[in-house]
């Protein structure tokens, strides 16, 4: 799920705290890196990307990707019609990561589809209460009706959803979500503490920030 990184569109609550020429390179940079963490997992990926005219971008800069638009509505609804497109191209499992986390672990998307090996959903909890990642084995859009998007609820909701639909759920690690200049240390912590990945996120915050961010 990535939004084209164009200035004013993508991390605009991080542009306005750094400027809005090095978050649309961040932007840009996460989502090629979590693109290509996507790849590395060794599955058909496919960009559900926004906006509509955003596709001649991914088209340049993701040619290897299957490419398709997020229709109009809520984050729910793009997600639940991303699975359903994920089905009519063939594939009975999907994993849905946004472009908010480019310091996840490289073998969590095999993660995520080895756990709906067993399970019905798989979900990758953050901080603020939503997630990174929905891994889904088959379709249940039971799992996204009446869930308070955008708040610290819809980690838990999305639970009670898929306790309510009987559905058996595993969860990974918890991670946090890159919005704003508060997670910049963080992010930079990560990488360091992990060998290989996120390779533009990487030279960006070297170049930005050459001693580092604790305490920024």
């Known amino acids: 799920m990535a939004k084209e990184p164009r200035s004013g ?16 390179a961040l932007a ?22 926004a906006p509509a005219d955003a596709v001649s971008w991914f088209k340049e800069y993701v040619p290897w990707a299957e490419r398709w638009c997020q229709p ?3 984050l729910g609804d793009r997600m639940r019609k991303a699975i359903q497109e994920g089905a009519r191209r063939g594939a009975d499992r999907c994993v849905l990561i946004g472009t908010d986390t480019p310091h996840l672990a490289r073998d969590v998307v095999a993660r995520a589809f080895a756990a709906l090996d067993d399970a019905d959903v798989c ?7 939503g997630y990174y990642l929905l891994g889904m084995r088959g379709q249940h ?17 999305t639970l009670e959803r898929c ?13 946090f ?3 704003d200049a508060s997670a ?30 604790a305490g920024q």
């Open 9 to 24: 569109y993508a991390k605009t609550r991080l542009a306005a705290e750094i400027g809005a020429d090095l978050a649309q």
């Open 28 to 49: 840009e940079a996460f989502v090629l890196d979590t693109l290509a963490l996507a790849k590395s997992s060794g599955v058909p990926t496919m960009v559900a990307f």
């Open 72 to 74: 109009d509505g809520n």
């Open 123 to 129: 979900l990758g909890p953050a901080r603020d209460g």
């Open 141 to 157: 859009p039971e799992v996204f009706h009446d869930i308070p998007w955008s708040t610290d609820r819809v980690h838990t909701s």
């Open 163 to 175: 306790a309510s639909a009987r559905l058996r759920v595993v969860e990974l690690e918890e991670e």
């Open 177 to 179: 979500d890159v919005d």
């Open 184 to 213: 910049l240390p963080d992010l930079q912590a990560a990488l360091a503490a992990r060998s290989g990945g996120a390779p533009r996120t990487r030279r960006l915050l070297a170049a930005h920030w050459p001693g580092g961010l």
